[in-house]
């Protein structure tokens, strides 16, 4: 705030010497109107001259300034002298409209005399009184020229006294109002000084809100946001804690049998042991891999929006058919039927490819694991009006109503299920659907009428395409 106020002082000092210059013109301008007035009525015209009636007193009292110079002139229409000082310059033809100053009334302008400025008032007096002022008879007016001059010394006075005036109040005023405004400024910001004190204070764990009773009321809206940013980051903290201790409590089971397998194999003598031993070791080394993928791709699926989340125009009936095809051999190898429907073969969407392969390949390992031997999975693409549904649907046990809202959190299992799995896929599959604005429901399967195995539905909603979610590039 000091900045402006300095570069406003000069501004002020500026524009005060012009309005002072401008004040102290008016009153001496109706000074000179009077005196060329007051000539003017004194200049007659006798049987064709013209002549001045101004006794001696009368002139120096039209010349009597105890500071400025003053000077008149009265001359004919032909420009001839009359009367008064000689050598005062004549009004120039473009000088106040040119022939728009002979219309009887005064007119102002600057000269100069002897190198001196002077400010002359003037105007044209018309001798034929029958004539209008503005005759336009080719017969060449009779109009004498009446000119009263003056030096400018007076008006600098006056311009300066006000300038003095209003100006060294100023260099007393800047001052004060500078320290009060460092003094205003200085009070005002201590309590952000000691709320930043207070923050940087704090231990790095410490994500408790702020108290908002000890800041400013200027900035409370501020400090309800960090503290409702400081909420979220203390949920996500806990959140990422908590996968991480389920992350490390999951992995333990599968490194543990691989420990105690590979024990178990090395106090083995009998072969076959052995090859059971090492069959058991690699199941472990599976689960294991296949639990550090899906820990891999829930994390990337999670930063995924951080790091920004390119979307392309993506035919989701291609992509679908292409993901089928990728887990034919896994269906083969646990003896169910995988299939692949589409109402469309133009269904587009706008999406992530990779993304959207991961989501898909979790709902058929999903229910290939679920589904038992000789049952069936189908994958179906197809629209409902404007919008885009990718179903897969199985014959396996099902999912419980009141279990398909936990099916979803990280590391859910459901109790009595006899199927591996590390509960993941399904934490993935919510978290990618998120990211590209669709909506997940479950539903039993209703080509399935097994009491026993009515199957599950996985639907996945997508919105309509929008333009501007294309990736530009």
Request: no cysteine; proline share 6%.
């Amino acid at each position: 705030m000091l900045a402006p106020l300095l570069l406003l002082w000069p501004m002020s000092i500026v524009i005060t010497y012009l309005v002072a210059k401008s004040i102290a013109n008016q009153p001496f301008d109706h000074a000179l109107e009077d005196r060329v007035t007051v000539l003017a009525q004194q200049v007659r015209e006798e049987n064709g001259v013209i002549n001045t009636r101004l006794p001696g007193s009368a002139r120096d009292i039209l010349r009597a300034d105890d500071i400025d110079s003053v000077y008149f002139q009265v001359s004919d229409a032909a420009g001839r002298h009359v009367d008064g000082d000689a050598e005062l310059p004549r009004p120039r033809s473009h000088d106040n409209d040119g022939d728009g100053d002979k219309d009887g009334a005064v007119h102002f302008r600057s000269a100069t005399l002897h190198g001196t400025p002077l400010r002359v008032a003037y105007l044209y007096i018309n001798l034929d009184p029958l004539a209008p002022p503005d005759s336009s008879s080719p017969v060449f007016p009779r109009k004498a020229l009446v000119q009263v001059a003056e030096t400018l010394d007076k008006r600098a006075l006056l311009a300066n006294e006000i300038i003095k005036g209003v100006i060294l109040p100023q260099f007393i005023i800047l001052p004060i109002i500078l320290a009060l405004v460092w003094f205003a400024l200085s009070r005002g910001l201590s309590p952000l000084a000691a709320l930043q004190e207070r923050i940087r204070a704090r231990p790095s764990d410490d994500l408790s809100p702020i108290d908002s009773r000890q800041v400013p009321e200027e900035i409370s809206p501020l400090v309800g946001s960090l503290n409702d940013m400081l909420g979220r980051l203390s949920q996500t903290i806990d959140m990422q804690k908590r996968f991480i201790a389920d992350a490390a409590h999951q992995m333990k089971t599968p490194l543990a049998g691989m420990r105690m397998q590979s024990e178990l194999a090395l106090r083995q003598l009998d072969p076959d042991e052995i090859h059971r031993s090492l069959e058991q070791l690699a199941k472990s080394s599976e689960s294991a891999t296949r639990l550090v993928n899906q820990l891999l791709a829930l994390a990337r699926a999670e930063n995924q929006p951080h790091a920004g989340l390119a979307f392309d125009e993506i035919n989701l009936a291609g992509l679908a058919r292409d993901v089928v095809q990728d887990w034919v051999q896994a269906s083969f190898a646990h003896r169910i039927d995988l299939g692949y429907e589409a109402q469309d073969e133009d269904v587009v969407i706008a999406g992530n490819a990779l993304m959207l392969r991961e989501l898909l390949s979790n709902l058929i390992d999903n229910a290939l694991r679920y589904t038992p031997a000789g049952g069936s999975v189908t994958v179906q693409v197809r629209r409902d009006g404007e919008r885009a549904l990718l179903e897969v649907e199985d014959t396996g046990p099902g999912i419980a109503p009141h279990e398909r809202a936990h099916v979803f959190e990280r590391f859910y299992r459901i109790l009595g299920s006899s199927a591996s799995g590390s509960g993941l896929g399904l934490a993935i599959v919510r978290e990618i659907a998120g990211q590209h604005g669709a909506e997940v429901d479950i539903f039993n399967n209703p080509r399935s009428h097994s009491a026993k195995f009515p199957g599950s539905l996985f639907r996945l909603t997508f919105p309509p395409p929008v333009h501007d979610d294309f990736d530009a590039a």
